[in-house]
């Protein structure tokens, strides 16, 4: 059974910067992507950013040119850098592995404040 443990999440104030992330518990063979979701009681997680395998990434309208995802596949760890926070960015943060076969896991999640 693979974990994924997320790390780095808090509270800061709108303008500042955070980075977490996002490590596997052990090296696993066939990951297709790589992903961190956001969720706000209330409604339904949705995709902030993911990248493939082949290093590929997508972004949320909403984050574009504001977050950066990247990853160290070998150790199958990944980062979200989030600059220029707003308080629209508040949410709880998950990570999200896949692979070619269709395997998927997700984070326990990790709770990012951001206040006017």
């Known amino acids: 059974q693979v974990q994924l443990v997320e790390s780095g999440g808090g509270s800061v104030q709108a303008g500042e910067s955070l980075e977490v992330s996002c490590e596997a518990s052990?090296?696993?063979?066939?990951?297709?992507?790589m992903a961190w979701y956001r969720q706000v009681p209330g409604t339904e997680r949705e995709l902030v950013a993911e990248?493939?395998?082949?290093?590929?990434?997508t972004y949320a309208h909403s984050v574009e040119g504001r977050f950066t995802i990247s990853m160290k596949k070998r150790r199958d760890i990944i980062y979200l850098k989030m600059t220029d926070l707003k308080p629209e960015d508040t949410g709880d943060y998950y990570c999200?592995?896949?692979?070619?076969?269709?395997?998927?896991?997700w984070g326990q999640g990790i709770r990012i404040t951001v206040s006017s």
């Open positions: 990248i493939t395998a082949a290093g590929e990434t």
């Open positions: 052990r090296n696993f063979f066939g990951v297709e992507a």
């Open positions: 999200h592995f896949r692979t070619w076969s269709h395997y998927e896991w």
